[in-house]
């Protein structure tokens, strides 16, 4: 029996979130420069998308440059913005066709200009799509989120528009980049790094994390089953017990 028969497609996770590591690591084995290992990636990236809109998940977020990614050479930098330039020239037209929705967290006015107009482009040709969710961080740094977020309510409290007393974790939730989407249930990260790098730190607090050997450019959706199959095989018990759990899931039944 394959992995893919063993998932029960009614317990899936409405929101995947991927640290999408290990490209230079990958192209370095062979021999080759870190950019290609970059290109490959885009082979994953596709049919990980691909994956998940057949499955029906609802939000994919992949980690596709970080704000500390800009203290790289200046070589592999220019490279990375080229790629996301090229590929969404390429695919934003396959993605339309495939009801997926895209949208950006992360620094966008950071970006170079060409990258913000294909993907001001890409999101606004897709914006009435109702599939998959296709969240890209780029220039994305947690820390910088959060505290964007509580500058956004400084000023509220600041003008009058908030009083103190209101702010509570829904409010706050609001106010950060991912606002409009549901937190993940399920945190993957490949080539064996067995850390956050300063992702979606407020909203994976009660996420499953699957780490995996996988570098990027090899995972491929076999490796996607797998992930599925492992978190639907965890107990989630948000602080509760074992045995509460299990009795309300019985309830259920
Ligand atoms: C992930 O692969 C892609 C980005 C961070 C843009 P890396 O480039 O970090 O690859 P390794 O971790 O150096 O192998
Ligand atoms: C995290 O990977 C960022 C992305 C995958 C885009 P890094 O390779 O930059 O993270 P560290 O430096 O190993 O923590
Ligand atoms: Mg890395």
New binding site residues.
Partial sequence: MDTLELIDRSRLPKHIA???????RWAKERGEDRVYGHYEGVISVREIVNTCGELGIAYLT?????A??WN?PKGEVDALMELLVNTLRKEADELNRKNVRMHVIGDFGSLPEICRQELNEAINMTACNTGLNLVL?LS?SARQEITDACKKIAVKVANGELKPGELNEQVFHQHLYTADYPDPELMI?T?G?Y?????LLYQLAYAELYFTQVN?PDFRKEHLYEALLNYQQRERRFGKTSEQIQTTSTQHV
């Fill in positions: 991927i640290i999408m590591d290990g490209n230079g992949l980690y596709a440059f970080s500390e990614n790289r961080a994305y990260r080539s790094e850390r956050i790098s300063n992702y990027w």
